[in-house]
DNA sequence: AACGTCGTCAACCGCCTGGCC
DNA sequence: GGGCCAGGCGGTTGACGACGT
């Protein structure tokens, strides 16, 4: 039985474990009440616990919808890929996964696949793919009708090298707004192309080399899974911009 | 057998949010 | 607008069993 610390107000409370007679009662108060006002079903039942304590046993073990038994194979997929996706959203998670609860998520990815992200982690990291974008000065200099979509692949020493440039402080990355290109079509349509890469994929923006600090010329960059990825994504909005409206402007 | 370590998971804690008055 | 309350959420704790030494 878990012995957790009881303050003076709540003495009267039990806490730990539920017993099984515990369980019938709350389950014969939730059938009466339904699952809302958990304070007036704490009381009327004449449990001693709170509110807060019986609609986390409710939903997390009680309740008739919940799956019990382990996670499956394909549940596990799910549960990587959307924590990929939205990080320790738990309850978002779980509710992709008909039968299961936030607990139940949080748990086993704790247990599970804490490991195994971080371990992908590392290799992704390895695997980054640096992926250039065109600056403002190609939109000047270019000819014809379209920007030829062009990307380069460097080496991990390299990425590295320019990655040990750039500000650490991610609030930084997108902050295009302070110089002369604010709300131009290139820093629209690099907006856009940032917010068309997917979630489960972090975009930095590098300075060109020489001049980190000046965000005018720089290079989005996104570390990817795997390099399946790159042809998946990104590569509609930004390359297709009208250039000839933007030396207009400028 | 005894002990230590580790993994699992139920339950709690504290903070936040939204609704109501 | 502000206070109060219920409920939701993510992080943390601690009991317990499995396993290793």
Not at 31 to 49: E, M, N, V, Y
Not at 84 to 91: D, E
Not at 231 to 239: K, T
Request: include cysteine.
């Amino acid at each position: 039985m878990m012995a957790y610390k009881s303050t003076t107000q709540d003495e009267t409370l039990r806490k730990g474990a539920w017993l099984e007679e515990e369980d019938e009662l709350l389950v014969t108060f939730v059938t009466i009440f339904g699952q809302r006002r958990w304070d007036s079903i704490a009381k009327a039942s004449g449990l001693r616990r709170s509110g807060k304590s019986c609609r986390l046993r409710w939903l997390n073990y009680l309740r008739p919808d919940l799956k019990h038994g382990r996670i499956s194979a394909e549940e596990e997929r799910i549960i990587l890929h959307l924590h990929q996706r939205w990080g320790n959203k738990w309850s978002k998670i779980a509710r992709k996964l008909p039968g299961r609860t936030d607990n139940e998520v949080k748990n086993y990815w704790r247990s599970h696949l804490r490991k195994t992200t971080l371990a992908q982690e590392q290799e992704n990291l390895q695997k980054e793919i640096r992926i250039v974008a065109p600056t403002p000065q190609d939109f000047l200099t270019q000819e014809g009708d379209q920007i030829t979509k062009t990307w380069s692949f460097e080496d991990d020493s390299s990425v590295m090298e320019n990655k040990l440039g750039m500000s650490e402080d991610s609030t930084d990355i997108f902050t295009l707004s302070d110089n002369a290109f604010a709300s131009s079509p290139y820093e629209t349509h690099l907006t856009d192309w940032i917010s068309g890469i997917s979630d489960n994929q972090t975009v930095m923006i590098h300075g060109e080399e020489g001049s980190i600090l000046d965000p005018l010329f720089c290079y989005p960059t996104w570390i990817s899974e795997n390099e399946t990825d790159v042809s998946a994504h990104c590569f509609d909005s930004l390359w297709d911009v009208d250039y000839k409206n933007l030396k207009n402007e400028m």
